[in-house]
């Protein structure tokens, strides 16, 4: 299904849904089909997700072609990820939390044989619950589900099988080609009733017969779904765009698996040499799925192909737990103190970044990171509710100035001139 991690796939698939599907998709899009029929989504979350295409450009193209009276139910889809990026942004801990109480429930599978045989018959699609054993196999074997399949089966992995909501949100984002951590964990948190605190989504047989268009029946579904608690409050901390001044001395430009589009990042500003680092086995200390893994390489390689291209540098690429050493031998290999990379959202390449920048900085190099003015414009709605983001979109998409988009060609700064880096998305 996703078998092209280019940038060139992500245009062509959104200049087509946006010609055939784009129209249609509030009246079609709660229709599970089937992987052999998703026409009536767009499938563009893997690239959305790797930003080898710009949420601003899909938007720019939708409105290009359609009245936003007419798309807007699409439109309020794309902001959802910049609503979820946003709220993650305001509160990093309940990552930080999530993925500890991960490692204490992985520890728990190894120790306790029948919460591992449990967990095992839902990821090994074995439950006898005929929907939710094909969605199991289907995200493994394509890296994809519907939305709506993704709502039903975390809802029955809580709520039926009584199975923690951190496993089932590991199991998605080790396999999902477009697993993130903001959408993922958040919307896992939402199914359990630990979002929005004490609202359910109970998946109903009747809905999943309907929405399937009749392909499922399943039996033994919970008929009610007690909110999941936790003791934890978490507030929202103040949003931290790290932009900083150029310096003097030349850059290297890192790319990432969170911004594959690179030429627009450092507008009109020349690096010396471009990298990708993945950070992707970072999600979780279980494996990650083929499908997620190649995706996700395929995307950072070619986005530091084009990069490459683009400014007629080297480009290079790898692959570690830990970026430090990775950075500062290629640092060092081309002469720079300075790693220019796009100001990654709370998940694991921040993590890797943060923990490479205090090791880089007894090396004398630092980093610095440069934020998208999409997520500067939406991510201060993204606070509580949904609602308040979704009242700004006409005035964030006015501001964003949409068609000024084309990256624009790299010159050289002048020795002595310190210039702010500008971020073209
Ligand atoms: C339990 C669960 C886990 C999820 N995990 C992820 C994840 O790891 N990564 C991810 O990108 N999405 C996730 N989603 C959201 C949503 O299911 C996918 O974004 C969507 O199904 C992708 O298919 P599409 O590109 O055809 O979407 P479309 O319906 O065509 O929507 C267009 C774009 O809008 C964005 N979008 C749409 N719906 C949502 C949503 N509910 N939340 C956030 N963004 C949305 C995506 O970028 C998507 O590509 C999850 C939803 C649930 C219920």
Redesign the pocket.
């Known amino acids: 299904m996703f078998t092209s991690a280019t940038r060139s796939a992500g245009l062509e698939r959104t200049e087509t849904?946006v010609r055939t599907?784009a129209r249609q998709?509030a009246k079609a899009?709660n229709f599970d089909f089937g992987p052999n029929n998703?026409a009536n989504?767009?499938?563009?979350?893997?690239?959305?997700?790797h930003r080898l295409i710009l949420?601003q450009e899909?938007i720019s193209q939708t409105l290009a072609r359609h009245s936003a009276g007419h798309v807007s139910k699409?439109l309020e889809?794309?902001?959802?990820?910049a609503?979820?990026k946003g709220w993650l942004q305001h509160r990093p801990a309940v990552w930080s939390d999530y993925q500890a109480s991960l490692r204490t429930l992985i520890g728990q599978l190894e120790a306790e044989p029948t919460l591992l045989d449990r967990y095992n018959a839902a990821v090994g699609g074995n439950t006898g619950i005929d929907c939710f054993d094909a969605w199991a196999r289907e995200l493994v074997d394509t890296g994809?589900?519907?939305?709506?399949a993704?709502?039903w089966?975390?809802s029955i992995w809580v709520f039926t099988l009584k199975l923690p909501w951190q496993l089932?949100?590991d199991f998605?984002?080790r396999h999902?080609v477009?697993?993130?951590?903001?959408?993922?964990?958040?919307?896992?948190r939402?199914?359990s009733g630990l979002h929005t605190k004490g609202k359910t989504?109970l998946a109903r047989v009747s809905n999943i017969v309907n929405y399937t268009d009749g392909r499922f029946d399943p039996k033994g579904l919970s008929t009610t779904a007690e909110p999941l608690t936790e003791r934890a409050e978490y507030e929202p901390q103040a949003l931290e765009f790290r932009d900083e001044l150029l310096p003097t001395e030349s850059y290297g430009l890192l790319v990432t698996e969170d911004d594959c589009y690179p030429e627009t990042l450092a507008s009109g500003l020349q690096p010396v040499a471009v990298t990708g680092g993945l950070a992707i086995r970072n999600r979780s200390a279980l494996p990650v799925g083929i499908e997620a893994f190649n995706f996700s390489s395929a995307a950072v390689r070619d986005a530091v192909d084009r990069a490459s291209r683009h400014f007629g540098v080297e480009g290079g690429y790898f692959e570690a737990d830990d970026w430090s050493e990775s950075l500062a031998e290629w640092a060092t290999k081309h002469h720079v103190n300075t790693i220019v990379t796009a100001m990654p959202p709370v998940g694991p390449v921040a993590d890797a970044l943060s923990a490479a920048t205090h090791a880089l900085a007894r090396y004398g190099i630092r980093i610095v990171e440069l934020s998208r003015a999409y997520d500067r414009e939406a991510w201060p709605h993204a606070q509580r509710g949904y609602f308040k983001l979704k009242k700004q979109i006409p005035a964030i998409i006015d501001r964003l100035e949409l068609d000024e988009l084309e990256p624009v060609m790299p010159q050289r700064v002048a020795a002595g001139d310190e210039t702010r880096l500008s971020s073209g998305g």
Not at 144 to 148: G, I, P, S
């Open positions: 849904f599907g998709y899009r998703r989504v767009s499938t563009l979350s893997p690239y959305i997700r949420e899909v699409f889809e794309v902001f959802w990820r609503y979820f994809y589900l519907h939305n709506h993704r709502m089966f975390a089932g949100a998605f984002l999902l477009d697993g993130d951590p903001a959408s993922n964990t958040l919307s896992w939402w199914v989504y």
